[in-house]
């Protein structure tokens, strides 16, 4: 099956500071991908459709100059948190659409904030 | 838009059990309904995709049913085991390309 990472894993930071969440199509392309955020405890929430060349679309409520999402490629869209608050910590999970559009999800990046 | 709702927000059965885990749903008009597992930590694991012609979809001792008109999706687990205990998670799509809109889950504990 279709399988999508993640890049890294797991990050703390430093409260001010920016962190980049790589989402890669290992074996697919994929022209959308979505970003994801899980607090503790409670259900995925969208955050932001990624396309490929051109602009991302965000959510309502959520921050576009904060988290900034760039496609770069058919196979790479990058999410970056600027200037980190503790109440950014949180899983951050995307996914692609495959063939027969389900989703295929990447393992999560677990970010900290301190 | 789209809403999704699963009942119980958690549940504890002894092994060996069946178990029924349910999700609802306020637009019937989906293209296809997806089950996850979540382990804490962890990612999701996908269980199970319905499209929207089917009716049910089975892998292993799984079962999910969607009935569109009533907006409702259910997942069945014959024969409970301690490796069940997770979160269930159930996700719809109302068109192709677009994002999957999440239940908060039910916690499932199946305890030996």
């Known amino acids: 099956g279709a399988v999508v990472s993640q890049h890294p894993s797991w990050v703390i930071c430093k409260s001010g500071t920016s962190v980049k969440i790589e989402c890669r199509s290992l074996?697919?392309?994929?022209?959308?991908m979505f970003w994801y955020r899980q607090f503790p405890k409670q259900s995925l929430m969208l955050m932001a459709t990624s396309n490929e060349g051109s602009k991302a679309t965000y959510e309502q409520g959520v921050e576009k100059d904060k988290f900034l999402i760039n496609h770069a490629s058919l196979t790479l869209s990058t999410l970056t948190v600027t200037s980190a608050h503790p109440e950014d910590s949180s899983f951050y999970i995307c996914?692609?659409?495959?063939?027969?559009?389900?989703?295929?999800f990447g393992p999560g990046t677990r970010l900290t904030v301190t | 838009k789209q809403e999704v709702t699963q009942i119980p927000a958690a549940l504890s059965v002894p092994e060996g059990e069946n178990l029924v885990l349910n999700c609802s749903f306020t637009?019937?008009?989906?293209?296809?309904l997806q089950w996850f597992r979540q382990d804490p930590g962890k990612g999701l694991t996908s269980l199970l995709l319905?499209?929207?012609?089917?009716r049910e979809q089975t892998s292993g001792r799984l079962n999910a049913s969607l009935d569109k008109s009533s907006g409702r999706s259910t997942l069945y687990i014959a024969a409970s085991q301690p490796g069940d205990s997770a979160t269930y998670l159930c996700a719809a799509r109302i068109s192709g390309n677009t994002p999957l809109v999440f239940g908060k889950g039910t916690r499932l504990s199946v305890i030996a």
């Open positions: 319905i499209q929207s012609s089917q």
């Open positions: 637009d019937s008009a989906i293209y296809n």
């Open positions: 074996d697919f392309q994929a022209t959308t």
């Open positions: 996914s692609a659409p495959g063939q027969s559009y389900e989703q295929y």
